[in-house]
């Protein structure tokens, strides 16, 4: 019944029970490839959706806000600002926005101090919504047209209280005002952006020609009623960008960058300032470049995957090729065996189609086991969608023309054409016998170039739209095929000197090993180019995974410049600071916008005499130590400040900082100044020496440096009443925890698994086929009396041949490319240009875990084989070769 049964099949399904082990190895690769390349794209995609949401719900204010500001009088302040929240609603079309206006009137002076060069002035204004963003300290919120009320640091600075009532006067008109004053509040958080331009309002003082104190605020529904003209109004938009799609970016800053034009229709007169078009666009940007930089190790892993079923279809090919060779000469023709090739590949890819889509979540919730993954909160998809569908359906028909292809090119010979095949030496692949290699060499080498010219893998296509450049996002992937490919024309050298190494020397195993390659290299190669570029893209993982956690560490000390940086209060000195738990130094500085070279740069002066125990710079930043730098800008240097600078200022004679020029020389230049973005143009100098050029110099912030880099216990003792304490720690956490950033992390896991995976697959079927070609030699041996450590010793001295080869050329490899690619690889990820440079960091320590760990393994196996040999009854071997 069974025989009936298993006649009726199909001869492509009754045919496959006799290579069981190829077609395993088939179906694994296949199944492998497709779950391994649907979690890198369902990963990439989440972990950049997740960073565009993070980004764009912790979006500064001064990035996303839209300003307006517009002189206005009584009679058309309502038209004009129908016409501004009209417009700006209009241009931010879906995105929920909240606009508030504030107008102020101008300048009047306090009765009594109006005369004189430097008068007491003071206005009046009113906010909107002003009474969500502060709390009463005393009194009440004015509701008559009298009444007023003033900020804390106000009231102090011009010694009133609620209740108290002075008089104004008017400076244009002269007129007094008498006002009283009914209560006295305090802004919830004076360092909010929404308040930038409001210095007033914030600190209740202004110093500059002429002092300013208050302002005096007012009923918004009486302002306009008391004045009516020279009033200036000021309009703040801040959009709720939590709901917008990722997809949306790039429609939406269009539609935002006209918010000037749609305003100005109604408001001719009006000025608007918008940043939010060119944030939306960066990040967009960002997001390209982010998915492109995580399709690395899936170009990787697709290159991967392809050799290891192209190896595994040539085995399964070989040892059918005299049954292919009898089909066609019993009248099999071509269509009938390619159909026969393509059933069986189809047979065995298309299972794999829809079961990997499922699996790829599983594996993606097992990497986001790993801590460093989890603490983004990038949560896995739950089930896979369209896509990932069609990404597994895609991959798997490629893998099944893959493996078809072998059986079709092998069926055009006959059975006498076979037979005499048999006896020919191995020859070299296809691609190396058209040196394919070279060429590859060439495409590599132009898509590195690409890469390392550019600040990210996109280009610009037709109409604008940016896209990936497929030539320099596949250049890693380039390099390492075309470095392995190039390392197989060094085996039968490398073959040929082992063999010559161990002729005359006393052993069995090696010197039968090495004649054993020698003959036939071809039978190695394959097996040693899938182990060699396994193991360079775990080492390329390892090292761009170590590269990039390197540069956000590099990133974190150079935005924070020292181990914390504290906004400064009155009464604050060294030993505020200095009594906290682990801090060891405390250095007072000032910063401040000056003007050097017609634009605006960043001018920071602190103590130079502790400054080098503090600055966090990194070495290649400057061919002068911290140390050295401090000592040159201390002091003076005659008329001239001696200051640091960054590049672009090293031209720089002068600055002008307030309404002071100062001459200024350069003693030192460093290619990013600690504290700054990156970047950005910056000067530094010595605070005593600033002090005595006559410029300000209250210190506006404190450095410290604690003990051990260890800044938690002091950044909690700063966490009350300081403003924002910048921590080098907490700065370096958020930027690893970035999901984004993340992304990349995960991707190269999954990437260096998958990789792995396929090393050991490759090697086990590649081993065990190689064993059961030779069962007969095998045999042999054992009637010769060989014993099991023997047979495992020839086995240990052949395969350790393709795995040191393949770990030792794997490895230097990677680091070449890594030198190569991984820099403008992570720069490019940053999506900024002008950062700092980004430095190689090869994890040796783990690249040898590596080796060892995959040594270990690869060893195993070829234990199992040579017990598995050594086992076999000798006469039924020999008897079985005598049969054939």
Same mark, same amino acid.
């Given at each position: 019944?069974?025989?009936?049964?298993?006649?009726?099949?199909?001869?492509?399904?009754?045919?496959?029970?006799?290579?069981?082990?190829?077609?395993?190895?088939?179906?694994?690769?296949?199944?492998?490839?497709?779950?391994?390349?649907?979690?890198?794209?369902?990963?990439?995609?989440?972990?950049?959706?997740?960073?565009?949401?993070?980004?764009? #719900?912790?979006?500064?204010?001064?990035?996303?806000?839209?300003?307006?500001?517009?002189?206005?009088?009584?009679?058309?302040?309502?038209?004009?600002?129908?016409?501004?929240?009209?417009?700006?609603?209009?241009?931010?079309?879906?995105?929920?926005?909240?606009?508030?206006?504030?107008?102020?009137?101008?300048?009047?002076?306090?009765?009594?101090?109006?005369?004189?060069?430097? %008068?007491?002035?003071?206005?009046?204004?009113?906010?909107?919504?002003?009474?969500?963003?502060?709390?009463?300290?005393?009194?009440?919120?004015?509701?008559?047209?009298?009444?007023?009320?003033?900020?804390?640091?106000?009231?102090?600075?011009?010694?009133?209280?609620? *209740?108290?009532?002075?008089? @104004?006067?008017?400076?244009?008109?002269?007129?007094?005002?008498?006002?009283?004053?009914?209560?006295?509040?305090?802004?919830?958080?004076?360092?909010?952006?929404?308040?930038?331009?409001?210095?007033?309002?914030?600190?209740?003082?202004?110093?500059?020609?002429?002092?300013?104190?208050?302002?005096?605020?007012?009923?918004?529904?009486?302002?306009?009623?008391?004045?009516?003209?020279?009033?200036?109004?000021?309009?703040?938009?801040?959009?709720?960008?939590?709901?917008?799609?990722?997809?949306?970016?790039?429609?939406?800053?269009?539609?935002?960058?006209?918010?000037?034009?749609?305003?100005?229709?109604?408001? %001719?007169?009006?000025?608007?300032?918008?940043?939010?078009?060119?944030?939306?666009?960066?990040?967009?940007?960002?997001?390209?470049?982010?998915?492109?930089?995580?399709?690395?190790?899936?170009?990787?892993? !697709?290159?991967?995957?392809?050799?290891?079923?192209?190896?595994?279809?040539?085995?399964?090919?070989?040892?059918?090729?005299?049954?292919?060779?009898?089909?066609?000469?019993?009248?099999?023709?071509?269509?009938?065996?390619?159909?026969?090739?393509?059933?069986?590949?189809?047979?065995?890819?298309?299972?794999?189609?829809?079961?990997?889509?499922?699996?790829?979540?599983?594996?993606?919730?097992? @990497?986001?086991?790993?801590?460093?993954?989890?603490?983004?909160?990038?949560?896995?998809?739950?089930?896979?969608?369209?896509?990932?569908?069609?990404?597994?359906?895609?991959?798997?028909?490629?893998?099944?023309?893959?493996?078809?292809?072998?059986?079709?090119?092998?069926?055009?010979?006959?059975?006498?054409?076979?037979?005499?095949?048999?006896?020919?030496?191995?020859?070299? &692949?296809?691609?190396?016998?058209?040196?394919?290699?070279?060429?590859?060499?060439?495409?590599?080498?132009?898509?590195?170039?690409?890469?390392?010219?550019?600040?990210?893998?996109?280009?610009?296509?037709?109409?604008?739209?940016?896209?990936?450049?497929?030539?320099?996002? =596949?250049?890693?992937?380039?390099?390492?095929?075309?470095?392995?490919?190039?390392? !197989?024309?060094?085996?039968?050298?490398?073959?040929?000197?082992?063999?010559?190494?161990?002729?005359?020397?006393?052993?069995?195993?090696? =010197?039968?090993?090495?004649?054993?390659?020698?003959?036939?290299?071809?039978?190695?190669?394959?097996?040693?180019?899938?182990?060699?570029?396994?193991?360079?893209? &775990?080492? /390329?993982?390892?090292?761009?995974?170590?590269?990039?956690?390197?540069? +956000?560490?590099?990133?974190?000390?150079?935005?924070?410049?020292?181990?914390?940086?504290?906004?400064?209060?009155? *009464?604050?000195?060294?030993?505020?600071?200095?009594?906290?738990?682990?801090?060891?130094?405390?250095?007072?500085?000032?910063?401040?916008?000056?003007?050097?070279?017609?634009?605006?740069?960043?001018?920071?002066?602190?103590?130079?005499?502790? !400054?080098?125990?503090? /600055?966090?710079?990194?070495?290649? /930043?400057?061919?002068?130590?911290?140390?050295?730098?401090?000592?040159?800008?201390?002091?003076?240097?005659? +008329? =001239?400040? %001696?200051?640091? @600078?960054?590049?672009?200022?090293?031209?720089?004679?002068?600055?002008?900082?307030?309404?002071?020029?100062?001459?200024?020389?350069?003693?030192?230049?460093?290619?990013?100044?600690?504290?700054?973005?990156?970047?950005?143009?910056?000067?530094?100098?010595? $605070?005593?020496?600033?002090?005595?050029?006559?410029?300000?110099?209250?210190?506006?912030?404190?450095?410290?440096?604690?003990?051990?880099?260890?800044?938690?216990?002091?950044?909690?003792?700063?966490?009350?009443?300081?403003?924002?304490?910048?921590?080098?720690?907490?700065?370096?956490?958020?930027?690893?925890?970035?999901?984004?950033?993340?992304?990349?992390?995960?991707?190269?896991?999954?990437?260096?698994?998958?990789?792995?995976?396929?090393?050991?697959?490759?090697?086990?079927?590649?081993?065990?086929?190689?064993?059961?070609?030779?069962?007969? #030699?095998?045999?042999?041996?054992?009637?010769?009396?060989?014993?099991?450590? +023997?047979?495992? *010793?020839? !086995?240990?001295?052949?395969?350790?041949?393709?795995?040191?080869?393949? /770990?030792?050329?794997?490895?230097?490899?990677?680091?070449?490319?890594?030198?190569?690619?991984?820099?403008?690889?992570?720069?490019?990820?940053?999506?900024?240009? &002008?950062?700092?440079?980004?430095?190689?960091?090869?994890?040796?320590?783990?690249?040898?875990?590596?080796?060892?760990?995959?040594?270990?393994? $690869?060893?195993?196996?070829?234990?199992?084989?040579?017990?598995?040999?050594?086992?076999?009854? %000798?006469?039924?071997?020999?008897?079985?070769?005598?049969?054939?």
């Amino acid at each position: 019944m069974v025989r009936m049964v298993r006649a009726r099949l199909p001869l492509v399904v009754r045919r496959a029970p006799a290579e069981p082990l190829l077609l395993a190895a088939a179906f694994g690769s296949i199944l492998l490839a497709t779950t391994a390349i649907s979690a890198l794209l369902l990963h990439a995609g989440s972990a950049t959706q997740a960073g565009v949401r993070r980004a764009l #719900e912790t979006a500064p204010l001064a990035s996303t806000a839209t300003v307006v500001t517009s002189s206005v009088t009584a009679g058309d302040f309502a038209r004009i600002d129908r016409a501004v929240r009209a417009g700006i609603a209009h241009a931010h079309e879906e995105v929920p926005v909240r606009v508030t206006v504030r107008v102020e009137s101008a300048s009047y002076a306090l009765k009594g101090q109006d005369r004189g060069d430097q %008068p007491v002035l003071t206005r009046f204004a009113a906010y909107e919504g002003l009474d969500g963003q502060a709390d009463l300290v005393s009194g009440r919120w004015p509701t008559e047209k009298t009444a007023v009320a003033l900020s804390e640091p106000a009231a102090r600075a011009m010694g009133v209280s609620a *209740g108290d009532e002075f008089t @104004v006067v008017g400076r244009l008109d002269g007129e007094p005002v008498r006002v009283h004053v009914t209560g006295v509040f305090r802004l919830r958080d004076p360092d909010d952006p929404r308040w930038k331009g409001e210095d007033l309002l914030r600190y209740g003082t202004r110093t500059g020609d002429f002092t300013s104190r208050g302002p005096l605020v007012v009923p918004e529904g009486a302002f306009l009623g008391r004045f009516g003209t020279g009033v200036s109004a000021r309009w703040l938009a801040e959009p709720d960008l939590r709901r917008l799609s990722p997809d949306r970016l790039r429609p939406f800053a269009a539609s935002v960058a006209g918010t000037s034009a749609a305003v100005r229709s109604g408001c %001719p007169r009006c000025t608007v300032t918008e940043t939010l078009s060119g944030m939306l666009l960066r990040l967009d940007r960002g997001a390209l470049v982010a998915r492109s930089t995580m399709l690395v190790p899936v170009l990787q892993l !697709l290159v991967l995957s392809a050799y290891a079923l192209a190896l595994t279809a040539r085995l399964l090919a070989e040892h059918r090729r005299m049954e292919t060779a009898l089909l066609r000469s019993r009248g099999g023709g071509s269509p009938r065996l390619a159909a026969m090739a393509a059933g069986e590949a189809l047979l065995i890819a298309l299972p794999c189609a829809p079961a990997a889509p499922f699996l790829a979540p599983v594996l993606l919730r097992l @990497v986001n086991a790993f801590p460093w993954i989890e603490a983004t909160g990038v949560a896995p998809p739950r089930a896979p969608d369209g896509a990932t569908f069609a990404v597994a359906a895609a991959v798997a028909l490629a893998c099944a023309v893959m493996l078809a292809a072998p059986p079709l090119l092998a069926a055009r010979r006959t059975y006498v054409e076979e037979q005499a095949a048999r006896g020919r030496a191995d020859r070299p &692949g296809l691609l190396q016998r058209a040196g394919a290699d070279v060429a590859l060499l060439v495409l590599a080498a132009l898509a590195v170039w690409r890469l390392r010219g550019q600040d990210a893998p996109e280009t610009t296509r037709l109409g604008g739209e940016l896209g990936l450049d497929p030539l320099v996002g =596949a250049g890693p992937a380039l390099a390492l095929l075309c470095g392995g490919m190039a390392a !197989l024309r060094l085996v039968p050298a490398v073959a040929r000197v082992a063999e010559r190494a161990t002729r005359r020397r006393p052993g069995f195993g090696p =010197a039968t090993a090495a004649r054993q390659v020698s003959r036939r290299p071809a039978r190695y190669s394959g097996p040693a180019l899938l182990l060699t570029m396994a193991t360079a893209i &775990g080492v /390329l993982s390892l090292t761009t995974a170590a590269t990039w956690r390197g540069a +956000q560490e590099d990133r974190a000390r150079h935005l924070a410049g020292a181990g914390l940086r504290v906004p400064a209060l009155p *009464g604050d000195d060294a030993r505020t600071f200095t009594t906290l738990p682990g801090v060891a130094a405390a250095v007072p500085a000032h910063r401040a916008t000056v003007v050097a070279d017609g634009a605006d740069a960043t001018l920071i002066a602190a103590d130079a005499a502790q !400054l080098g125990r503090v /600055l966090l710079l990194r070495p290649d /930043l400057s061919e002068l130590s911290p140390a050295t730098l401090a000592s040159r800008i201390a002091g003076s240097a005659g +008329q =001239a400040l %001696p200051v640091v @600078v960054t590049p672009g200022l090293a031209d720089t004679t002068r600055i002008t900082a307030g309404t002071a020029a100062i001459p200024i020389r350069v003693v030192g230049v460093v290619t990013a100044m600690p504290g700054t973005p990156e970047g950005a143009p910056a000067l530094l100098a010595d $605070l005593t020496a600033l002090r005595g050029k006559g410029a300000e110099g209250q210190a506006t912030e404190w450095w410290l440096a604690a003990d051990g880099h260890d800044t938690a216990r002091a950044a909690a003792a700063l966490a009350a009443g300081r403003g924002d304490v910048v921590d080098v720690a907490a700065l370096t956490a958020s930027l690893r925890d970035d999901p984004t950033a993340a992304g990349l992390q995960g991707a190269l896991l999954l990437g260096f698994a998958a990789a792995l995976a396929f090393a050991v697959l490759g090697f086990l079927v590649n081993a065990a086929v190689a064993a059961r070609e030779r069962r007969g #030699e095998f045999a042999v041996l054992g009637a010769l009396g060989v014993s099991f450590r +023997q047979t495992l *010793g020839l !086995l240990a001295a052949e395969q350790s041949f393709v795995i040191g080869l393949s /770990l030792a050329g794997g490895a230097a490899l990677a680091v070449a490319v890594s030198a190569a690619v991984v820099p403008p690889m992570v720069t490019a990820g940053y999506a900024t240009a &002008g950062g700092l440079p980004v430095l190689l960091h090869v994890p040796w320590s783990q690249v040898a875990a590596l080796a060892a760990a995959v040594l270990v393994v $690869l060893l195993v196996i070829v234990a199992g084989l040579a017990r598995s040999l050594h086992r076999r009854e %000798p006469a039924a071997a020999l008897r079985a070769g005598e049969a054939s």
